[in-house]
C-alpha cells in the first residue's frame, strides 16, 4: 500500500505474493501477470485480471451493440402486432429482416455468457461465474 494509508487496510488474501516495489508500485507474481492487462491509472497502473474471451458491459462495442440491440427492438415490437393483427405475408424483405432478428437475438444470448458483470462493485470475468449469474438472472 502506499505510504500514508492507514494501517487498519490489508490487502486480499489471494494478493500477499505481491511485492511491493518503490513508490508504491506492484511487481506482480508470474501467475498473476499472465492473466493481466495493465491499464494506466494517473501515476501508477491498475492490473486488470480479464479473460481473453470476455467483453467489458461498458466497451465501446458492447455499448454500440446495446444501442443496435435497442433499435432492433423497436423495429420487432413495431412490425410483429402489425404482421400478426393483419395477417401479413411474411416473404420479401420481411423474411429476411424476420431472420435476421432471429439470428441476432440468438447470437445475443450467447454473447451474454461471454459479457461480464458487475458484483460489488467489482467486474467478474470468470466465464462460469458470468454463466451462472446469466442462468439465474
Same mark, same amino acid.
Given at each position: 500500500?502506499?505510504?500514508?494509508?492507514?494501517?487498519? +487496510?490489508?490487502?486480499?488474501?489471494?494478493?500477499?505474493?505481491?511485492?511491493m516495489?518503490?513508490?508504491?508500485?506492484?511487481?506482480?507474481?508470474?501467475?498473476?501477470?499472465?492473466?493481466m #492487462?495493465?491499464?494506466?491509472?494517473?501515476?501508477?497502473?491498475?492490473?486488470?485480471?480479464? #479473460?481473453?474471451?470476455?467483453?467489458?458491459?461498458?466497451?465501446?462495442?458492447?455499448?454500440?451493440?446495446?444501442?443496435?440491440?435497442?433499435?432492433?427492438?423497436?423495429?420487432?415490437?413495431?412490425?410483429?402486432?402489425?404482421?400478426l393483427?393483419?395477417?401479413?405475408?411474411?416473404?420479401?424483405?420481411?423474411?429476411?429482416? @424476420?431472420?435476421?432478428?432471429v439470428?441476432?437475438?440468438?447470437?445475443? +444470448?450467447?454473447?451474454?455468457?461471454?459479457?461480464?458483470?458487475?458484483?460489488?462493485?467489482?467486474?467478474?470475468?470468470?466465464?462460469?461465474? +458470468?454463466?451462472k449469474?446469466?442462468?439465474? @438472472?
Amino acid at each position: 500500500l502506499p505510504m500514508g494509508w492507514p494501517k487498519v +487496510i490489508r490487502l486480499r488474501p489471494e494478493l500477499d505474493e505481491v511485492g511491493m516495489g518503490e513508490a508504491g508500485s506492484c511487481s506482480l507474481p508470474q501467475r498473476f501477470r499472465q492473466h493481466m #492487462s495493465i491499464k494506466s491509472e494517473g501515476d501508477g497502473a491498475l492490473a486488470v485480471a480479464k #479473460s481473453r474471451f470476455v467483453l467489458d458491459p461498458s466497451s465501446k462495442f458492447h455499448v454500440m451493440y446495446a444501442l443496435l440491440s435497442f433499435a432492433l427492438l423497436a423495429v420487432d415490437l413495431t412490425l410483429l402486432p402489425y404482421v400478426l393483427a393483419w395477417d401479413v405475408d411474411v416473404t420479401g424483405w420481411l423474411f429476411a429482416f @424476420s431472420c435476421t432478428t432471429v439470428l441476432f437475438w440468438t447470437l445475443d +444470448i450467447v454473447i451474454s455468457f461471454f459479457t461480464s458483470y458487475y458484483e460489488k462493485g467489482e467486474s467478474v470475468t470468470d466465464l462460469r461465474r +458470468i454463466a451462472k449469474n446469466y442462468l439465474r @438472472s
